[in-house]
């Protein structure tokens, strides 16, 4: 198979699939390597293809539904799991975590965890590395896509009940 013809192969993969497919997942199906697959996936988001890498795999971003809204939160590594299934509980989607990095910034990563299956397997992965919230004590954003204000509302209600909202 001809490179241009995998990556158009790539593409049309990503887009027919509901959910994330992973890059090892691809590189399987192509009989190619992972990075070979990365590398494809970087120059069609060069090409300006929507495609969001999230902890599970690629997916092709969408419009969707519903209410954007951010949060400002703080806890511990141990809260991670009461924090995301209280948004997830209350029908929202939790789409990244953002944190201030002092020497780059804002630093963002694509979550889409919108199931508590979703949030468990993050947590899971979590296990191997350390969350982004954890190179600011705690302190980050997530941008979340609600069904609709009511949602939004419950999930600050309960996270303020918590003492994890930051207010």
Partial sequence: MQ????????????QQSDSPISASTLAARFAV?????????????????????????YL???????????????HTGEQ???????????GCTVLDVMVE????????????LASRY?????????????PLSMLTDGIHLHTLRCPDEGAYQRVCEQLGQMGILLE
């Avoid at 241009?4 to 049309?12: A, E, P």
């Avoid at 991670?80 to 209350?90: R, Y």
């Avoid at 990095?101 to 889409?112: D, E, F, R």
């Fill in 60 to 74: 092709l971003r969408r419009q969707e539904e519903g209410i954007l809204r951010t949060i400002a939160v703080c």
């Fill in 101 to 112: 990095h002092p020497v780059y910034g804002q630093l963002t990563g694509a979550l889409q």
């Fill in 80 to 90: 991670t799991g009461t924090e995301l299934n209280t948004c997830v509980d209350n």
């Fill in 118 to 130: 979703d949030v468990e397997q993050f947590l899971q992965r979590s296990k191997q590395a350390n």
């Fill in 3 to 14: 490179t241009q013809q995998r990556r158009t192969s790539v593409l049309q993969t990503i």
């Fill in 33 to 57: 390597s992972r990075q070979i697959i990365v590398g494809d996936v970087a120059l069609l988001r060069a090409e300006g293809h929507a495609i969001e890498a999230t902890p599970r795999g």
